[in-house]
């Protein structure tokens, strides 16, 4: 089944401790990209990836890290989280014949 | 001025009613345009995929482009309580860069 894998799904943790959000797809897609959702403020890109050592900065950056080292893998790292990075965080990768963007379940945040 | 913007709702109506979905858009050179369909504690799927004017039908669901106003819609003719949820309208800022910008959602209610 063609799917977009995150974990975890729920996470609480503290200010400071470093996370890894992890994303897989199976697909062979080529451009990845990670969301956060806020309520009122929709789905805002973090970053994003075109291929496989290529990623560049969305909208909203600051505060996560990111790397591409495998196609099918784009992990999304916080090295030290505050409790204004409280979201929910979506993984998405790009169809590259029809555009389709798919995405992950979803990874929810809790930085206390 | 947001690039897209979307009414939250929530939007109640009964079962069998038809639906209006709206968003608007700012930069005219946007050609793609999108409406993904989000359930509760899920990530967004999508539902229909339309490129410059006009309209694109699919089953129950209508996708309509307005691009001299500026103005894309979905019509959901016979709504159905199955499709409670969040519908997010987004376009692609083209130019290669996959850059995709999502309205904030609305969230609509099909009463039984």
């Known amino acids: 089944e063609a799917q977009v894998t995150q974990n975890p799904r729920y996470l609480i943790t503290v200010t400071g401790k470093k996370l890894t959000v992890t994303c897989s797809q199976n697909?062979?897609?080529?451009?990845m990209s990670w969301y956060r959702q806020d309520p009122g403020l929709g789905l805002r890109q973090i970053y994003y990836?075109?291929?496989?050592?290529?990623?560049d900065k969305g909208d909203v950056p600051e505060g996560y890290k990111v790397s591409r080292k495998e196609k099918r893998n784009f992990p999304l790292i916080l090295e030290s989280p505050s409790p204004n990075q409280t979201s929910l965080y979506f993984c998405?990768?790009?169809?590259?014949?029809?555009?389709?963007?798919?995405f992950g379940e979803g990874s929810r945040l809790t930085v206390l | 001025q947001k690039e897209v913007e979307q009414d939250p709702g929530p939007l109640s109506v009964p079962e069998g009613a038809i639906v209006s979905l709206n968003c608007t858009y700012s930069?005219?050179?946007?050609?793609?345009f999108m409406w993904y369909r989000q359930y509760s504690r899920k990530g967004p799927e999508l539902l229909m995929y339309t490129y410059s004017s006009g309209n694109k039908e699919d089953g129950r669901f209508t996708a309509q482009v307005d691009k001299s106003s500026k103005y894309i819609s979905l019509f959901i003719r016979d709504s159905q309580p199955s499709d409670s949820a969040t519908y997010l309208c987004?376009?692609?800022?083209?130019?290669?860069?996959?850059?995709?910008?999502f309205g904030t959602g609305t969230r609509l209610k099909v009463l039984a």
């Open positions: 990836s075109m291929n496989v050592e290529v990623t």
């Open positions: 987004a376009t692609e800022g083209g130019g290669g860069t996959y850059k995709y910008i």
């Open positions: 697909m062979n897609h080529e451009y």
């Open positions: 998405a990768s790009r169809s590259g014949s029809t555009g389709e963007l798919f």
């Open positions: 930069n005219s050179a946007f050609q793609y």
